[in-house]
């Protein structure tokens, strides 16, 4: 195989891992550059592969997507293999056969790779609006952020965290394995997001304990209930967060102006050592972030767009527009 040939399946085959861990939209998946690689004598080869850095993987293999979509994707895999002229590969539907044989479960697994070969494993309800609340899957800004964490960890690094509106929690176990965080707090404001988020800490190893943890490498994490509307100043300077961020959050004019409600209320609390706040957002339309910005500049808080950073580490709409803006709540800023 050429060297540019290697370099293609390589990179074919990463795209494959990531997208079916993060059980990503089936259409979403390069198949028409597979369909070119399969014309190809190793094509074979390049199937087996693909087997076994999805279905096969060992992060897959300890926690399942949906049944129903490793079982579509083993379909569209064996229609690829099909349509060129070649040998069946028994191992493709051996691997059918078992996932037509597993048991559909209301949650699925997402998994996410870190560079450094750990992962973030999520639990997940399988529709998208669960129990009337949207805080059960993970958004693009979320992944976004996580990506950026990784990328400047001295951000969080020895530092606590509060994270408001968690969610299914991916950007904040991003941040506790990867930028080694002294504690970190994810909070939301609904019940079963609550506990799919305590499920979720627990699933990635960390202890939910409210003191000092076994491992004294590891962070301190807790799980915290927060209104937005109804949270008071003593609550949150009770924290004492030297970071704040925020995912996925601005997606209505009501939540956007709760938001800001908590922002002045940390401002006032932490005056003498205001955290540093990050919040990610994906511009859905041109109102998106509008409202946000205007009310930060009547609050006199600075703000300013987080440079976009280099590495794509998740898998997540490419067309996307996310921004980071990072807020300075004391009034001052460097220049």
Partial sequence: MAPEDHEGATSLLQSFERRFLAARALPSFPWQS???????????ELLLAILQKTVKHPVCVQHLPSVKYARCFLSKLIKKHEAVPTEPLDALYEALAEVLMAKESAQCHRSYLLP???SVTLSESTAIVSHGTTGLVTWDAALYLAEWAIENPAAFTDRTVLELGSGAGLTGLTICKACYPRAFIFSDCHGQVLEQLRENVLLNGFSLELYTPTD?????VTVAELDWDEVTASQLSAFQADVVIAADVLYCGEVTLSLLRVLKMLSDCQRKNAPDVYVAYTIRSQDTGKLFITELDHAGIYWEEVPPHASKLFPYEEHSAIVILKLVLNGHHSV
């Fill in 34 to 44: 597979l369909e070119e690689k399969l014309r190809e004598p190793s094509g074979s």
């Fill in 116 to 118: 450094s070969g750990d």
């Fill in 216 to 220: 004294p490498s590891s962070p301190k």
